[in-house]
């Protein structure tokens, strides 16, 4: 099932914030070789994306975070295997 091409082009801004699935994404990957328009609005709209991390303020790390994390990472943690003993 293939969708109109107004349909596909208005998926542009979506799938440019990473808000499509993976077969979505694939599908529109597919129209942006085809379509001169949505080409040339992804190149316009790539400088403005990269440009949103910057237009929030940072946040504090919420206290006990890095705790917290570093715990759950650290229980997960695998064990190393003990050397072999040289000669034996």
Not at 18 to 40: D, I, K, N, P, Y
Not at 41 to 68: N, S, Y
Request: proline share 8%; with cysteine; charged share 20%.
């Amino acid at each position: 099932m293939t969708q109109p091409h107004d349909e596909t082009c208005d998926l542009l801004e979506l799938y440019m914030l990473g808000g499509l699935t993976e077969e979505e994404a694939q599908r529109f990957e597919a129209h942006l070789s085809s379509c001169v328009s949505c080409g040339a609005q992804r190149q316009a709209l790539a400088d403005i994306v990269g440009l949103l991390p910057e237009t929030a303020d940072p946040q504090p790390v919420p206290e006990g975070m890095k705790k917290r994390i570093l715990a759950n990472v650290l229980a997960g943690a695998v064990p190393a295997e003990p050397a072999a003993k040289a000669g034996g």
